[in-house]
């Protein structure tokens, strides 16, 4: 059966560079094999979390989606931006959402647990936004999931697309690539 593997990123901007990332990374994934769902996490409509909210109302219905995604698929793919030094508070609110017990009771912290995710970032910066992948890797280490060593954080990522044909640094594009096909893989030894 085929790796399903979910690519997110913690970028709602319409043109986002940490989108572009991803989507040459969930290539390489999927001629890999696997089949990639690629989610928007602002289609899923998340209150900032909130306990009263969650008391009162249970949880929302984006987040309840967002769970039933991550329980149907084998790995994450993220792609993140780095913002003052972390990574985005959306996709910080999302894992909060998505640790919490689930509508019948059992644990929204062992969708993640023991799954495998691999980290990108993109940035104009220097530095293409690897702190912002430090800081996400602690809390998915926290959450049991296991990230994988084989990364990519894209430096000076305004100027290093090539309008829809990939990135111009073709060295660089082909290590992106080998990002999806290394998290296809690692899923794939994980299920057996
Ligand atoms: C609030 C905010 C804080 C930022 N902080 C950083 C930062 O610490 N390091 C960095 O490299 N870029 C920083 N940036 C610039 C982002 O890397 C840049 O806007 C990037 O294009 C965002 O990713 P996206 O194109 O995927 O939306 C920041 C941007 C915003 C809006």
Redesign the pocket.
């Known amino acids: 059966m085929s790796i399903r593997i979910l690519a997110l ?3 709602s ?1 319409r ?5 572009k990332l991803l989507d040459i990374a969930a290539h390489g994934a999927r001629d890999a094999g696997a089949v990639v769902t690629s989610i928007r996490l602002a289609n899923y409509a998340l209150p900032a979390y909130d306990g009263d909210l969650e008391a009162e109302q249970g949880l929302p219905e984006g987040a309840k989606r967002l769970q039933s995604e991550i329980a149907t698929h084998d790995a994450s793919l993220i ?1 993140t ?5 972390g990574y985005t508070a959306m996709l910080k609110n999302a894992l909060d959402w998505v640790s919490r017990p689930r509508e019948d009771g059992t644990s929204g912290v062992a969708l993640l647990a023991g799954k495998a995710a691999a980290l990108l970032s ?4 220097q ?3 690897l ?2 992948q430090l800081a996400l890797r602690t809390v998915l280490d926290k959450l049991g999931v296991l990230v994988i060593p084989d990364a990519f954080a894209l430096a000076m ?2 100027e290093a697309f090539e309008g829809d044909r990939g990135l111009k640094d073709k060295g660089a594009e082909k290590t992106v690539v080998n990002v999806g096909t290394a998290l296809c893989r690692t899923a794939g030894r994980l299920a057996r």
């Open positions: 990123s913690g970028s901007r043109g986002s560079l940490n989108q792609a931006p780095e913002y003052n030094g993109a940035s104009p910066g530095l293409g936004g702190r912002s990522a305004h």
